[in-house]
């Protein structure tokens, strides 16, 4: 899981400014989380190891493990050790950690490295006992998060006008569940649709781009999956399919903003599309009406209307001037 951060600043700038944020991306295969220059990961006697730290407790328990951090480089490097809360990210629901600026509100701030930092010499490892404090009033449920080692160094790199900073961090993933009652929950909100079709009907390619949220209102991470709907009139199915760019865990109390493109939509058509949402024990639906109308359709019928509606008010005014006539 390699992290980096980056804050751009002009040449004439006196310092460098870097930001403070940690992301650990995608689902890793199992092993060290590592990018290429050093690694962290839980130390375990066997050969097999841990691909992450798997605990449980109750509340008001002490737990403690190990980490370990591996140099691969030629070099002597120094790292800072420290735990922090994971989130998903609202870009595509990635696994991410907090910054070490940030607030920690869960074993971010239950759990701590013996060292704050560790230097390990060239192709060399440092083993450091984790302490994990579980307060008397943690909720019950999974804690995710992750022990993060931060190597300070400040790489440069040129980038045309502005220079750049980066410095490396790499997480072991935590998943501690604190043992209790267990509420799964999940919830599609906020869908919308948006339509481009051509200005001729038959001249062109139509899409719609359906949004949505995708929310975890339980205290468990789940593994969601969602189904895509959509009917016409008299019910007839325009599209159905199982969505794949959806979060491979979606963390507990934690949302995410989602897309998919339905290619060739439908260029004249009413009707209704719904997102299903499932995942262990929790299923949720939620669904948006679909209203599609070629623009040139929808000109020639605005024209049609609007001469008739002139038409009929002529016509009622002719009435009423020669109803007096009349009398």
């Given at each position: 899981m390699h992290t980096s951060a980056l804050t751009p600043s002009f040449r004439r700038a006196p310092a460098l400014l870097l930001a403070g944020v940690l992301l650990l991306f995608g689902a890793p295969p199992a092993g060290a989380a590592d990018n290429g220059s050093f690694s962290v990961f839980p130390a375990t006697a066997d050969t097999g190891g841990r691909p992450y730290f798997y605990l449980s407790a109750d509340p008001g328990a002490t737990l403690t493990d190990k980490v370990t951090v591996t140099n691969k480089?030629?070099?002597?490097?120094?790292?800072?050790?420290?735990?922090?809360?994971?989130?998903?990210?609202?870009?595509?629901?990635?696994?991410?950690?907090?910054?070490?600026?940030?607030?920690?509100?869960?074993?971010?701030?239950?759990?701590?490295?013996?060292?704050?930092?560790?230097?390990?010499?060239?192709?060399?490892?440092?083993?450091?006992p984790v302490t994990i404090r579980v307060p008397e009033d943690a909720e019950p449920g999974d804690h995710p998060g992750a022990v993060v080692a931060l190597d300070e160094r400040i790489d440069p790199a040129d980038e045309g006008a502005v220079a750049v900073g980066i410095r490396k961090a790499v997480g072991a993933r935590i998943y501690?569940?604190?043992?209790?009652?267990?509420?799964?929950?999940?919830?599609?909100?906020?869908v919308r649709v948006e339509h481009s079709q051509p200005l001729v009907p038959g001249t062109g390619a139509s899409r719609a781009v359906i949004s949505y949220t995708l929310r975890n209102r339980g205290n468990v991470t789940l593994s969601p999956k969602v189904a895509l709907r959509a009917e016409g009139l008299f019910g007839r199915t325009l599209l159905a399919r199982d969505l794949t760019r959806i979060p491979s865990e979606l963390l507990p109390r934690q949302e995410v903003r989602l897309t998919e493109e339905w290619a060739g939509a439908p260029q004249l058509e009413w009707g209704e599309i719904r997102l299903t949402a499932s995942a262990r024990d929790t299923r949720e639906s939620a669904a948006v009406s679909y209203f599609a109308l070629p623009w040139l359709v929808a000109g020639v019928l605005l024209v049609v209307l609007g001469g008739g509606a002139a038409l009929w008010i002529r016509a009622r005014r002719g009435r009423r001037a020669a109803a007096p006539a009349a009398g």
């Open positions: 480089t030629g070099t002597a490097m120094t790292f800072r050790l420290y735990a922090a809360d994971a989130y998903n990210t609202a870009r595509d629901g990635g696994f991410a950690v907090r910054a070490q600026n940030e607030k920690q509100r869960s074993v971010g701030a239950w759990a701590r490295a013996a060292r704050d930092r560790v230097t390990v010499k060239p192709h060399g490892s440092v083993t450091v501690l569940r604190v043992n209790g009652p267990t509420v799964p929950a999940l919830s599609v909100e906020d």
